[in-house]
């Protein structure tokens, strides 16, 4: 049972490139999330999916886009990248039963340069 | 600004000791609360979830809530150098399960 699967764990981006950021869960959870953390900072939400096809704007999430075609699969689009982007990313995902904790992937470590 | 709001530390106790962590937040209506520990350069793990007030326990974990005083708290008993971390406070309304984390506390035990 691998959870939540997120790819890749590191990369190197130059400013104004664009790249995706997958995630992939195997719990058949319909919530899903992505998070962005700051050192020393929280996490701050970015985006999240009640079910495929549903999407909706958390916190920061300008410079991103989403889509959720399956249950399973919830990529984060990084379009024109810039040095405020660079950040720990962590997808996760949870049970629609109510106030159910978070499963997280391993987070994918963005530079921006 | 729904905020939860925690003391960045770091806290250090010796080994065996009793490791107490604070939290506050700001949003009334929360409802559901959650400890998670995250180890440097790894992804956050829950440990313990409250939504009454009052205490949990679970093993050497002791999650306490108070709503009259927006406050949580989480308690390890005989802390262990292996219980050295970070440790992020989460709380919500729980429309969807969205919930806003707190900056963390660093504790660290000493053998």
């Known amino acids: 049972n691998a959870g939540v699967t997120q790819t890749p764990k590191f990369r190197i981006l130059k400013i104004g490139q664009s790249m995706t950021l997958q995630c992939t869960q195997d719990?058949?959870?319909?919530?899903m999330y992505w998070y962005r953390q700051d050192p020393g900072m929280g996490l701050k939400l970015i985006y999240y999916?009640?079910?495929?096809?549903?999407?909706d704007k958390g916190e920061v999430p300008n410079g991103y886009n989403v889509s959720r075609s399956t249950t399973e699969d919830f990529p984060l689009r990084l379009e024109l990248a810039a040095p405020s982007q660079t950040s720990v990313y962590f997808c996760a995902s949870s049970s629609t039963r109510d106030s159910y904790g978070y499963t997280f992937g391993s987070g994918t470590r963005l530079t921006v340069v | 600004q729904k905020e939860v709001e925690q003391n960045s530390g770091p806290l250090s106790v010796p080994e065996g000791a009793i490791a107490s962590l604070n939290c506050t937040y700001s949003d009334r209506g929360s409802q559901s609360f959650f400890w998670y520990r995250q180890y440097s350069g790894k992804s956050p793990e829950l440990i313990m979830s409250i939504y009454s007030n009052g205490d949990k326990e679970d093993g050497r974990f002791t999650a306490q809530l108070n709503k009259a005083s927006q406050y949580v708290s989480l308690l390890i008993r005989d802390s262990q150098p292996s219980d050295s971390a970070t440790y992020l406070c989460?709380?919500?309304?729980?429309?969807?399960?969205?919930?806003?984390f707190g900056s963390g506390t660093k504790l660290n035990v000493k053998p």
């Open positions: 989460a709380g919500g309304q729980g429309n969807f399960n969205k919930f806003y």
């Open positions: 999916s009640v079910g495929a096809g549903i999407t």
């Open positions: 719990m058949n959870h319909n919530y």
